[in-house]
């Protein structure tokens, strides 16, 4: 084994590190003087954990050292299977299938569920990848890149004259020569400028092309790689943590960057082939968490976090890798995306919607509601939008239930559950418990809490989130273990 491979197969020892009780009310005021567990670090990417959750990582993943502190607390039998039913990106698989634990994903976003499978698949053959991507990169606009600051780790070919694609005219095109007129209607105006996205289009047919006859599982490595190009360079936006557009970039070096990320991957791999780890099972569902079709039963833990309910659209936060990797492609798609999500914003409520009708016999969640109606009615706010906030809440516990319903008898007895969710105030400043009402809803469900733990804590600082008497509110963020009863 090399260096990196022993430092690779280290990486995957467990933490020792376990969580403290939570002795909290919901959403408490600061004591005058106490100092909260804040950090935007807590919630960073550790140097050894790089390997495959770097792949691909969006802005609402949690750390993989937070499901390790999970997996200690669900401590789930040897053998016993670990699902996640709003997978994400994939951390918990991953960081079960690097720890020898079989895991199980479910996400109702194509573009998640795509990520997850890739991150999860180390079947792949890493010299039928290393010829795809020399084929893939002979026929680039690699010549034409502009001068990478960093050192190009693959060794660029001679491009081959027949192959090569027509040349970059002097002038950009308009967007909408390389998109649909669908597609650029959904684009979210400056996330992406003329020169950049042609190049990614160009590489994208490329990937296409040159896969076609390949397994798809291959495919979807490459194009998780450029969704990695798209997030992290080729687009004008960035997150904090909204999704925001930043300054429009002329030009991106994209296939030198796609070249890096698709090296970057295999030599992951090969570590992983090379310390015999890829035997652990892992399998990804596209499907809805509040139904579970095809998740199978016999579950001996589950880690997981759900949207939060705080007015962010799931959608648009991956929208422009959806877009470009032909997952979303009309209004008539994305709609169908948000239809399958959990309501947790007023972008993907419907009216056929009826997920609230769940939760009407909770007071709890009905004095939310009350309260935010009251708040919109005496601040005068008469949108549309804001006419849904209580249903909103409403929804999202209300389809937080259907989900423990349908979990339920896929679980071992006794089985243990992490949720990290977090409380929010997204809805006119209406404070909105999220750990403590789920807890709740739980119960009727049939699973008892053992403890609300603090992972992580933010400071309402706007003079808006102050109470009464001057003190800021804590937001918190919380992992609530439950158990099969
Ligand atoms: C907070 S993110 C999870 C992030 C994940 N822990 C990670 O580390 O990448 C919530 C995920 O739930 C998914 N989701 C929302 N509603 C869902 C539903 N009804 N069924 C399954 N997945 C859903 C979203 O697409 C999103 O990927």
């Not at 079960?96 to 998640?112: E, T």
């Not at 050192?151 to 390389?178: I, K, N, Q, V």
């Not at 076609?212 to 998780?224: I, K, N, Q, Y």
Request: glycine letters at 4%; a positive charge.
């Amino acid at each position: 084994m090399t260096t990196d491979q022993l430092q690779f197969a280290l990486a995957f020892t467990p933490s020792a590190r376990r969580p403290k009780p939570c002795l909290r009310p919901c959403l408490p005021v600061d004591a005058p003087g106490s100092a909260p567990r804040r950090s935007a670090a807590i919630n960073t990417l550790q140097t050894e954990d790089r390997p495959v959750h770097e792949w691909y990582r969006f802005v609402l993943s949690f750390p993989p050292h937070l499901v390790r502190q999970c997996l200690e607390a669900c401590a789930p039998a040897p053998g016993g299977w670990v699902l996640d039913p709003f997978c994400g990106t994939g951390t918990t698989l991953v960081e079960c299938k690097k720890q020898g634990i079989p895991s199980l994903g479910c996400d109702a976003h194509p573009f998640a569920a795509l990520v997850s499978r890739v991150k999860t698949d180390w079947s792949l053959d890493t010299s039928d990848l290393g010829h795809a991507l020399r084929r893939i990169l002979r026929r680039s606009d690699l010549a034409r890149r502009p001068a990478s600051r960093k050192p190009f780790t693959w060794p660029p070919h001679r491009p081959e004259t027949e192959d090569r694609p027509e040349p970059l005219a002097d002038t950009p095109a308009s967007l909408d020569a390389w998109l649909s007129e669908a597609e650029a209607k959904l684009l979210p105006e400056g996330f992406l400028s003329p020169r950049p996205l042609e190049r990614l289009v160009r590489l994208r047919d490329l990937i296409l092309e040159e896969t076609a006859a390949e397994p798809v599982a291959l495919r979807e490595f490459f194009l998780v790689a450029l969704a990695h190009v798209i997030a992290n360079g080729a687009g004008n936006f960035a997150f904090g943590p909204e999704i925001f557009r930043t300054r429009p970039k002329p030009d991106y070096d994209v296939c030198g960057h796609f070249a890096r990320q698709a090296d970057a991957m295999m030599t992951d791999l090969a570590a992983i082939h090379a310390a015999g780890l890829e035997t652990t099972p892992s399998r990804v569902l596209h499907t809805d968490a509040r139904t579970l079709q095809d998740v199978p039963d016999d579950l001996a833990a589950v880690i997981t976090s759900p949207p939060y309910p705080n007015e962010k659209d799931y959608t648009r936060t991956t929208r422009v890798e959806s877009i470009l990797l032909r997952l979303v492609s009309d209004r008539a798609t994305l709609r169908h995306v948000k239809q399958s999500l959990l309501r947790s914003n007023t972008r993907n409520v419907f009216s056929q919607d009826r997920d609230e009708e769940e939760v009407q016999e909770f007071a709890s969640i009905r004095a939310v509601c009350e309260a935010i109606e009251r708040r919109r009615v005496e601040l005068g706010k008469t949108s549309g939008f804001e006419k849904l906030y209580p249903r909103v809440v409403g929804h999202y516990f209300g389809g937080l239930r259907r989900h423990l319903r349908a979990l339920r008898p896929k679980l071992r007895p006794r089985a243990r559950l992490a949720y990290v969710v977090g409380d929010q105030l997204s809805f006119l400043q209406v404070p909105v418990a999220t750990g403590c009402l789920l807890e709740e809803v739980a119960a009727a469900e049939g699973y008892r809490t053992l403890r609300r733990d603090l992972w992580r804590e933010r400071v309402g600082t706007k003079a808006r989130h102050a109470t009464a008497t001057g003190q800021s509110l804590r937001i918190r963020e919380e992992i609530l273990l439950l158990e099969k009863t």
